[in-house]
């Protein structure tokens, strides 16, 4: 403490460890001076902080002549950083004093070898001070340029200071550690915690683990947090305290200031983050209290049907079949149906309020999800709107074909509902496509034949059963009439062979003629 110490000669300093890692020399308001032709080593000594050199703010090394002196670093150990040199900066600008001050006419030199270093953080050879005074006059240069590292240890974080500066990440998908913008806006709701990426970064870019301090300074100084950064890029949770919360339920702007322990302490805040917050009441449904703590909770109507609420991603959790929405489109009014019509909905447990179409399944939006979204139709045999063009209209000249064959069969085949084949047929179908679960298990070949299942039962009902647009713009509406067209048809195809066969005995006379009526009874069947 207070000392000047001179080293002179061979001087080998070793494995100063002790049982709580005492370094080989602790430096308070002193300095060490490296005689002309000293050749001084230290290896194998560790500590928390500085595994060989500790140094205050006020202490130095001195190399008079540092082309005749050797001073070597081997294989020291720091259980934080310095692997080699901490040289505690904390509370001065690297502008402000020296840590190494080198007398020498030439303009390159090497103070120090380091080698086999190693720190846990950052800094297996120098941490804090870099900084270097050339015949007593600052050097721009950090003091990197005036030492050796052995190649296999010279990495990015070698040597590394306290940060200086903090920045948002996490905005890039390759590169989380790109910075992002330093003003940041948020929108947050009553109760709603803060959530920001951030790293810290020392003056020479190097990611660095240090505080950052979060502030308010609306009314003068104000404290919020502290943060304690890492190596790599991390998100943090802040709190905002009681205080800053609007009770009469309205808006309400904060600025907060997000900057490093040290730049506060010296005075350099440097490009640091700026976060404006925006605080905004309650989304719909959930209601504010601020007893014990300002926060925004689910409603009671949503409590009593088992939802539970989370302002912190604005999501309600509910039943699998049940739907939450604005019961008018555009309207402000919830309503909750606790089974969603069948193949609406997609069983979604967590819908965000901002999107209750979430909750729909292909592509359907609004209310029980009965409407297709914008652009989109319904389409024939399945629940789904996709994409369709008026092309889809020529579908009608195979339905009218196919109408003329299904009655054409059931005539010449005699297949009617009155020798009991086709009600077995149509009986057992419905059975195995209602207990298709037991009767058709849920692997990918058994959803195969449950698709043919539901198709050949589609027929039968005298549906068209395959996913199969018609027009651009049909909605369900539109669908649903459509549907009794078909079967309307083929009523009337037999209706016609009914009159026709009135009206001209040849036709009357034909064998397959004499099953008119039962091939009539059997399409109303199939159409109900």
Not at 26 to 47: D, H, K, M, P, Q
Not at 223 to 233: E, G, N, V
Request: proline fraction near 4%; hydrophobic fraction near 40%; charge should be negative.
């Amino acid at each position: 403490v207070g000392s000047i110490i001179h080293l002179r000669g061979r001087n080998y300093i070793a494995n100063c460890l002790g049982p709580k890692g005492q370094r080989a020399l602790s430096l308070y308001s002193s300095t060490i001076v490296y005689e002309e032709g000293a050749n001084v080593t230290f290896v194998n000594n560790a500590a928390v902080y500085g595994g060989a050199v500790y140094m205050d703010a006020l202490s130095s090394m001195n190399f008079p002549s540092p082309q005749t002196t050797r001073v070597s670093f081997l294989y020291n150990t720091a259980l934080i950083s310095g692997g080699a040199i901490f040289a505690d900066d904390a509370f001065v600008s690297s502008l402000q004093h020296c840590f190494f001050n080198a007398y020498t006419s030439a303009n390159y030199y090497t103070i120090a070898y380091f080698e086999g270093n190693r720190a846990n953080e950052v800094g297996s050879v120098l941490y804090g001070g870099n900084s270097i005074c050339h015949n007593g006059v600052y050097d721009s240069k950090s003091v990197q340029n005036y030492i050796t590292i052995a190649p296999h240890d010279n990495t990015t974080t070698s040597v590394a200071s306290d940060p200086v500066q903090v920045l948002q990440c996490g905005c890039n998908e390759t590169d989380s550690t790109l910075a992002c913008p330093t003003v940041v806006n948020k929108t947050l709701y009553l109760g709603e915690v803060i959530q920001l990426s951030l790293f810290a970064v020392d003056p020479n870019n190097v990611i660095v683990p240090g505080i950052v301090l979060v502030y308010d300074t609306t009314s003068g100084f104000s404290f919020i947090s502290a943060l304690r950064t890492s190596t790599s890029c991390d998100t943090y949770r802040i709190e905002l305290p009681d205080r800053y919360t609007n009770r009469g339920g309205g808006e309400n702007s904060i600025v907060f200031h997000f900057t490093t322990q040290k730049s506060l302490l010296i005075g350099q805040t440097r490009d640091n983050i700026v976060l404006n917050v925006q605080q905004i009441p309650c989304p719909v449904g959930f209601e504010a209290v601020y007893d014990p703590s300002p926060s925004c909770v689910c409603e009671n109507l949503f409590i009593r049907h088992g939802i539970s609420c989370n302002i912190n991603d604005q999501t309600l959790t509910k039943n699998a079949n049940m739907w939450i929405g604005y019961v008018i489109n555009n309207s402000s009014t919830l309503g909750i149906i606790d089974h969603c019509p069948y193949d609406y909905c997609n069983n979604k447990l967590s819908v965000p309020v901002v999107d209750f179409n979430s909750q729909c399944a292909y592509n359907r939006t609004n209310v029980l999800c009965g409407q297709c979204q914008d652009g989109l139709s319904t389409t024939f045999g399945t629940s789904q709107c996709k994409s369709c063009t008026h092309y889809y209209l020529l579908l009608i000249i195979p339905f009218a074909l196919m109408g003329k064959a299904l009655v054409g069969m059931l005539f010449l085949l005699n297949m009617t509902v009155s020798n009991g084949t086709l009600n077995g047929l149509i009986f057992y179908a419905n059975i195995i496509r209602i207990n298709d679960a037991i009767f058709l298990p849920g692997s990918q070949p058994a959803h195969l034949y449950s698709q043919i299942v539901s198709i050949f039962i589609a027929w039968l009902n005298l549906d068209f059963g395959i996913e199969s647009c018609f027009y651009h713009g049909m909605d369900s509406y539109a669908k649903t009439w459509f549907q009794f067209v078909f079967p309307t048809y083929i009523f009337g195809l037999v209706g016609a062979i009914i009159l026709a066969g009135r009206c001209s005995s040849k036709i009357s006379n034909l064998r397959a003629f004499n099953s008119a009526v039962p091939v009539l009874a059997t399409l109303i069947l199939l159409s109900f």
